[in-house]
């Protein structure tokens, strides 16, 4: 088996006046996975993700206005 899944949370795009708020929060997340049938009853599934902007508006006032997380992992399922 092989997947893909994407993400995005409400956000706000524009509010009633922009010299208040500029908002800047529309983060996506992403996953790409793969599923290894290794024997009858064990299977191993690598995935990766990738977050973008994960602090949302709160990330455009900081010091790091540019961190995005890119993470993997390993999961092995055994059944019985």
């Known amino acids: 088996d ?3 899944a994407v993400g995005q949370p409400t956000f706000l795009s524009r509010s ?3 010299d208040i708020l500029e908002p800047d929060d529309g983060q ?3 996953e790409w996975w793969y599923k290894f049938q290794v024997t009858d009853n064990i299977s191993v599934t690598p995935a990766l993700f990738y977050l973008s902007a994960p ?6 006032n900081s010091n790091d206005d540019k961190f995005d997380n890119f993470g993997g992992l390993v999961k ?3 059944r019985f």
Do not use: E, V
């Not at 602090?55 to 455009?60: A, I, P």
């Open 2 to 4: 092989f997947g893909m």
């Open 76 to 78: 092995t399922t055994f």
């Open 28 to 30: 996506y997340a992403w």
């Open 55 to 60: 602090y949302g508006q709160l990330q455009k």
């Open 16 to 18: 009633g006046d922009d």
